[in-house]
């Protein structure tokens, strides 16, 4: 129901007549400049205690927080690392059985065995020309690819090594390529054995998306090379980081691990921890908005205001303002 303009002008002359009594009695009477003083004495003890409790508390949240995302972290980096040398070393064990890179080894070698493990497996000789794959029809085999990087690498190092992320010059699917050397009866290096990781469809990395932080907590893998490979809801498997990333993020691309405070590539407040997979050279990022993690200390923070405001509020009618405001009427 709505006022009537001579309503609305009692309410507000009784208000404006109740605040000029007030001011009267805070600054004329010695009992209202002592009310006063100890309401400014109130409020601004409940300033300084709640902007150290805020400091304090701040700090704390960021510690818990940093400790549960060390946590995460380490688990997340220790599984892929596990699931990594795994690979690494099914693929070593298949490369014993196969002396010269030919035609139909990996059939002879029952390659099918690895198939949980790998999308694809490859043989290649010395002029790294893939001469065998599994499964057969996958369209691979005559191509050359000596003007790949992981191609010279091993023409160059012959040691296990696993490819930065690509896109497959023959499937276009985004590619991680784990490889080992061949080598015959008598020790002399014959090509390289490859087993090929399809970034969006291997097991490596999957239930990422099923792992809860809060409501937006979340997990990013990254390559060494800057090239993100996994990131909730990114459209492309394999994205290029801009060059403008926290300083934080460039030291865990050249090996650094721990928990820090950094701007997301949105530039929101996050704290975040990194750990190594240094088989891969990948790093684990895991993220929590810093809005998030303050959350519960934003909420406990107001109700202690409200109740602090509210009894400086009921101190003055049991302290007698009222009642010397009805002797000045």
């Not at 809060?214 to 990131?231: C, E, H, L, P, W």
Request: proline fraction near 4%; aromatic fraction near 10%; hydrophobic fraction near 45%.
């Amino acid at each position: 129901m709505s006022l009537s303009p001579q309503n609305k002008r009692y309410i507000y002359s009784r208000f404006g007549s109740f605040l000029k009594k007030f001011v009267m009695f805070s600054f004329t009477t010695l009992r209202g400049r002592l009310l006063l003083g100890a309401a400014a004495l109130w409020g601004l003890l409940c300033v300084i205690l709640l902007t150290s409790g805020w400091q304090a508390g701040r700090l704390l949240v960021n510690e818990t927080n940093h400790q549960h995302l060390r946590y995460e972290a380490e688990l997340i980096s220790n599984t892929i690392t596990l699931q990594v040398n795994e690979r690494l070393t099914e693929l070593g064990r298949l490369a014993q059985g196969i002396s010269m890179p030919i035609e139909g080894a990996l059939n002879a070698q029952h390659a099918h065995i690895w198939g949980n493990l790998f999308e694809a497996l490859i043989l290649f000789d010395l002029q790294s020309q893939i001469v065998d794959e599994w499964p057969v029809d996958g369209g691979r085999k005559g191509a050359v690819l000596a003007d790949r990087d992981y191609a010279r690498f091993m023409q160059a190092f012959k040691t296990p090594h696993i490819s930065e992320p690509l896109i497959g010059r023959i499937t276009g699917s985004p590619l991680i390529l784990m490889l080992t050397p061949l080598y015959d009866a008598e020790g002399s290096y014959t090509g390289f054995l490859g087993g090929l990781v399809n970034i969006k469809e291997s097991r490596l990395f999957k239930n990422f998306d099923s792992l809860r932080l809060g409501d937006d907590g979340y997990v990013t893998i990254t390559a060494a090379s800057r090239q993100r490979i996994y990131a909730p809801h990114q459209q492309e498997a394999i994205v290029t980081l801009p060059k403008n990333i926290s300083p934080i993020l460039e030291q865990a691309l050249i090996g650094w691990e721990g928990e820090s405070v950094e701007n997301s590539l949105s530039g929101e407040r996050q704290l975040v921890a990194y750990r190594q997979v240094w088989p891969a050279n990948w790093i684990v990022g895991v993220h929590l908005p810093q809005a998030q993690a303050e959350a519960p200390l934003i909420a406990g923070m107001e109700k202690i205001s409200s109740y602090a405001w509210g009894g400086l509020i009921l101190i003055f009618p049991h302290e007698g303002v009222y009642s010397e405001l009805y002797v000045l009427h």
